[in-house]
């Protein structure tokens, strides 16, 4: 069972993942542009930013907490680059002051509710606030979140990097180092991203796949299915299939 609310932490989306007594298939995250910090048997680890899909074998499944990040705004909460944990699953003490990941863990255990599998949500959500504003206290770095914001909104509303370019004065060089500390890649990955993102949104809601390759602003469906096919190992067709009876 999948549950997901508002945070507030801004810029958060507060999920669990509670596996069912079912037996348990392999589970696959898509890119979406996203960071997430996981709660996963007491530890805590950063999710980076995918640019393939990311399975998760089914004797690793477990409940997990965590805190969806909005493109752009973890890395500036924590003072790291993105680029260093593209597509990677890492302890956050392995990176982080040890004594603060320690705090937050042990927090988390002691704000837990009974043996509920979501007994740690609400501690979980409390202890990552903490966390978040001891480092930002520690923070030097200058980071222009107004532009991390407005850049990361340029690429889903389907801008070019050229418009963005031409909008911002950056150079296109510059872009690149600005966006790959923020977002882990380029804004032409994360436009892709957020493409494919909302398109899938479209299928899922039972848009034609032709319906959704002209709405998203494909060039045609075969531009669609190349996008979908390097981004999540399927076809749209196959996503499109998936979908339960009406």
Known sequence: MYVEQKSRIAGAIL?????????????????????????????????????????IPPEQSTVHDGLRFSPGVLPALLGIPAKEFVNDRILLDQFLPSAVVRRAQQQIIDTAIGDAPSASFPGFEAATASLLGELHRREKDGVDTRLIAWLAQSAANGCSVATISDSTGYSARQLYRISTDAFGYGLATLIRIQRFQSALALIRAGVSLADAAQRIGYSDQAHMTRDFVGLSGQTPGRFKRALPPA
């Open 15 to 55: 999920w669990q993942d509670r596996p069912d007594n079912a037996p348990q298939q392999a589970l696959t995250v898509l890119p979406d542009g996203c960071m997430d910090i996981l709660l996963s048997n007491g530890s805590l680890l950063l999710s980076g930013a995918d640019t393939v899909p990311f399975h």
